[in-house]
T-cell receptor
Framework: DSGVTQTPKHLITATGQRVTLRCSPR?????VYWYQQSLDQGLQFLIQ???????AKGNILERFSAQQFPDLHSELNLSSLELGDSALYFC???????????FGPGTRLTVL | AQRVTQPEKLLSVFKGAPVELKCNYS??????LFWYVQYSRQRLQLLLRHISRESIKGFTADLNKGETSFHLKKPFAQEEDSAMYYC??????????FGKGNQVVVIP
């Protein structure tokens, strides 16, 4: 499968902890996007990277950070976790910054 | 600020009946609209985008700038159309703003 992949599929952790979500874009895609899907807020854009550099920021909390590595995979780091951070986190990728975005299967984070 | 509104959370239709999912947007720039679909246990996937002006799986959507709408329509619903549908607006630097989504249930 050469589509967007995300690991892990599920993550259960406790409040105050820190987790890292990983995303591998489609082969050849340079741009990576992170979205959060929660019951009350719906799907919200968090952050975008293009070829290793941050391109755009959305509703991303200061406790969250991300980066894109030279091999183009990306990681989303969530720290000092709160109950309200429980959500589905999607990664998407596109060839360039203005192309159609293709989504990964998501990581379901549960904070207890 | 950009905003996408999908007023109905759940839509139940009988197989063979028409289905219409409403989407309204507010955006100060030139809008580019999409419909994404998420079938059960599958990832979000692009259904169609307004600039393509194409029909995918029998679905069509027309951008109406006067009414700031991008409603999704299909004349005859099929059971395999049961899914979550999200309307999305592209804004600044290729970011997507999504509506809350419509759960469509097609009753056999």
């Amino acid at each position: 499968d050469s589509g967007v992949t995300q690991t892990p599929k599920h993550l259960i952790t406790a409040t105050g902890q820190r987790v890292t979500l990983r995303c591998s874009p489609r082969s050849g895609d340079l741009s990576v996007y992170w979205y959060q899907q929660s019951l009350d807020q719906g799907l919200q854009f968090l952050i975008q990277y293009y070829n290793g550099e941050e391109r755009a920021k959305g509703n991303i909390l200061e406790r969250f950070s991300a980066q894109q590595f030279p091999d183009l995979h990306s990681e989303l780091n969530l720290s000092s976790l709160e109950l309200g951070d429980s959500a589905l986190y999607f990664c998407a990728s596109s060839p360039q910054v203005t192309d159609t975005q293709y989504f990964g299967p998501g990581t379901r984070l549960t904070v207890l | 600020a950009q905003r996408v509104t999908q007023p109905e959370k759940l839509l139940s239709v009988f197989k063979g009946a028409p289905v219409e999912l409403k989407c309204n947007y507010s955006y100060s720039g030139s809008p580019e609209l999409f419909w994404y679909v998420q079938y059960s246990r599958q990832r979000l996937q692009l259904l169609l985008r307004h600039i393509s002006r194409e029909s995918i799986k029998g679905f069509t959507a027309d951008l109406n700038k006067g009414e700031t709408s991008f409603h999704l329509k299909k004349p005859f619903a099929q059971e395999e159309d049961s899914a979550m549908y999200y309307c999305a607006l592209l804004y600044g630097n290729n970011r997507l703003a999504f509506g809350k989504g419509n759960q469509v249930v097609v009753i056999p």
